[in-house]
């Protein structure tokens, strides 16, 4: 089964120091060469998002989030897992689990991915 972990880590940062912030980025680059993950990013912070939404066939741009809420997607892993067992035990393995963020961990819908063609 595929997985997508959401990692919301805004708070995870507060009150971290610059040593402890490089230390779980080395956490992230060893845990996104882990067996099953098959993609990942971090997020720029969420003050750089842009929001579409369509009205009447129009598109309508917001800057930043649509929504107020304490905490924002961060980055994302993607994993292969034999069941949501492993798939659990391998977000509780990251960072932003421990310093106060959370990992949503949401089965994958199989569907053929192709890539967007402009045109």
Known sequence: MKYALLIYSEKARVGRSDAELQADREEYLALNDARGVFGGAQLH???????VRVE???SLLTDGPFIEAKEY?????????????AATAFAARIP???FGG??????????????????
């Open 45 to 51: 912070p969420v003050a750089m998002s842009t929001t």
């Open 56 to 58: 009447g066939g129009q």
């Open 73 to 85: 997607l961060g980055g994302i892993f993607l994993l292969e897992a034999p069941d949501l067992d």
């Open 96 to 98: 932003a689990a421990r």
């Open 102 to 119: 959370a990992v949503e961990v949401r089965p994958i819908v199989a569907v053929e991915v192709r890539p967007i063609v402009e045109g």
